[in-house]
């Protein structure tokens, strides 16, 4: 059973695209944080059972990744809005479980584009930090009238010095943009490309714990 202290806090890890959830939950687990953690799946379902937030084109990608890396700040998934609800209920549900709680809100590639896209376009009380791992901007015209929301915000940005997927200056971005903002951030750029070494899991679990460690006793 969770002590009080225990369920102050939630860690949501929301995977990249085409990715199994049942996959990534172990890694998660593995983390070994006292706090609860959820794996939600994306709303696209593929035929292999992985998930997206949402679809993307593979001719469209096939010919987006031999142009080389690339930063995605003007792009706007048109299923962003089936993929933030989502994410709306998988919180809801979880302050249903624990009420009270803060979450810690991590996402990997195109889950840390929804998770931003959630936090500046909808609003999210009651987060205390966010992780954004191989990530990247999008909607950036949508997001920056709302950036005011990221003052303050510890957040830890992780980006692989040679990934072939999302520009290394596309992981600069989000940081600046963070910065920018006042964002409390950690960078974190590691030699390795669009992944999440150990490297990475280990400074995600000192991330959350120093998050934990830092919040007000029985919140």
């Given at each position: 059973m969770n002590t009080p202290q225990e369920r102050r806090m939630v860690l949501v890890?929301?995977?990249?695209?085409?990715?199994?959830?049942a996959v990534l939950r172990p890694m998660v687990d593995a983390l070994a944080l006292p706090i609860p953690t959820i794996v939600p799946a994306g709303p696209v379902r593929h035929e292999d059972g992985t998930h997206s937030w949402w679809?993307?084109?593979?001719?469209?990608?096939?010919?987006?990744?031999?142009?080389?890396?690339?930063?995605?700040?003007?792009?706007?998934?048109?299923?962003?809005?089936?993929a933030r609800a989502v994410l709306a209920k998988t919180l809801a549900d979880a302050r249903a479980a624990h009420p009270g709680c803060r979450f810690v809100l991590v996402g990997y590639s195109q889950g840390g584009m929804l998770?931003?896209?959630h936090l500046l376009t909808q609003g999210e009380p009651d987060v205390a930090?966010?992780?954004l791992l191989s990530s990247t901007c999008i909607a950036l015209d949508e997001w920056m009238p709302h950036v005011a929301r990221?003052?303050?915000l510890p957040a830890l940005v992780t980006h692989g010095r040679s990934d072939g997927d999302l520009g290394f200056s596309a992981g600069e971005r989000l940081r600046d943009l963070l910065q920018g903002a006042g964002a409390q951030v950690q960078w974190l750029p590691f030699d390795g490309g669009h992944e999440m070494p150990l490297v990475?899991?280990?400074?995600?679990?000192?991330?959350?714990?120093?998050?934990?460690?830092?919040?007000?006793?029985?919140g």
């Open positions: 890890f929301l995977h990249g695209l085409t990715m199994d959830p679809a993307v084109d593979p001719a469209h990608r096939a010919a987006r990744l031999a142009a080389g890396p690339s930063d995605l700040f003007d792009r706007h998934p048109k299923e962003r809005p089936a998770l931003m896209d930090g966010i992780g990221l003052n303050g990475v899991w280990r400074a995600l679990r000192r991330f959350v714990l120093s998050l934990q460690a830092a919040a007000p006793a029985g």
